[in-house]
């Protein structure tokens, strides 16, 4: 039986590493099956503040420090898989097919292409770097927001670190962006190898069952609309 962390108040980075990884994965903030998510898990007052307590420092955390991976993995919304889990999500997601394959079914949009033929030269690209290398403009927002929420829920891209602009002297400079790289760079052969080796419809119903644990009143159809499946 799943814990109840239903009234769980935490406040330390370590106790969320340790719920991750006793979940499997987990939605960054509230969503459509009510599933445990790190909103619901924390404070308000602690969001945003800087300090070792703030959950939005967590979140970049847990993956700078390869605990989990952290992208727009549920229901088209942020949220974190566990390592042990992330082979199982990478098996239900692509079903044993390649991006090319994919994309030559009609199951990829030809926007997220034009990102992800980007990575084939560049192992790791912020976000202002695929806008510019793509030639995405201030009007074509909505369609790369799209392309790059598609490459996230497919498990082809992940966020995967920071960088900042540099300037014509090589100076850094502006805020860190998000920065991204494949889904085989950043999670390495061990767990791609995993994932290769998983039954496509075991790894699905598998993540099912774990959902109904935390959720045994959700509908079917959400359940697999939150799960990418």
Not at 181 to 197: D, Y
Request: net charge neutral.
């Amino acid at each position: 039986m799943a814990d109840d962390y239903t009234n769980a108040k935490i406040t330390e980075y370590g106790k969320f590493l340790d719920i991750v990884e006793d979940v499997g994965f987990m939605p960054l903030s509230k969503n459509c099956i009510d599933f445990i998510n790190l909103s619901d898990l924390t404070l308000t007052e602690q969001w945003h503040t800087g300090l070792a307590s703030d959950p939005w420092q967590w979140r970049i955390k847990i993956e700078a420090d390869n605990k989990a991976g952290y992208a727009k993995l549920f229901d088209k919304k942020p949220g974190f898989i566990s390592l042990q889990w992330y082979p199982v999500f990478l098996a239900a997601r692509r079903r044993g097919r390649s991006f090319e394959d994919m994309y030559s079914q009609g199951l990829i949009s030809n926007y997220a292409k034009k990102i992800y033929a980007l990575f084939e030269k560049h192992e790791n690209l912020a976000i202002f770097e695929i806008k510019a290398m793509a030639g995405f403009t201030r009007e074509s927002n909505s369609k790369f927001e799209a392309a790059m929420c598609e490459l996230q829920m497919g498990m082809f891209i992940t966020i995967n670190g920071t960088k900042q602009k540099i300037s014509a002297k090589g100076d850094l400079y502006g805020w860190p962006a998000t920065a991204y790289s494949t889904v085989e760079k950043w999670a390495g052969e061990e767990l791609i190898s995993k994932a290769q080796r998983i039954n496509p419809k075991d790894a699905a119903d598998e993540i099912l069952e774990r959902i109904e644990q935390f959720s045994p009143n959700m509908e079917s159809k959400k359940a697999r609309r939150f799960a990418g499946l």
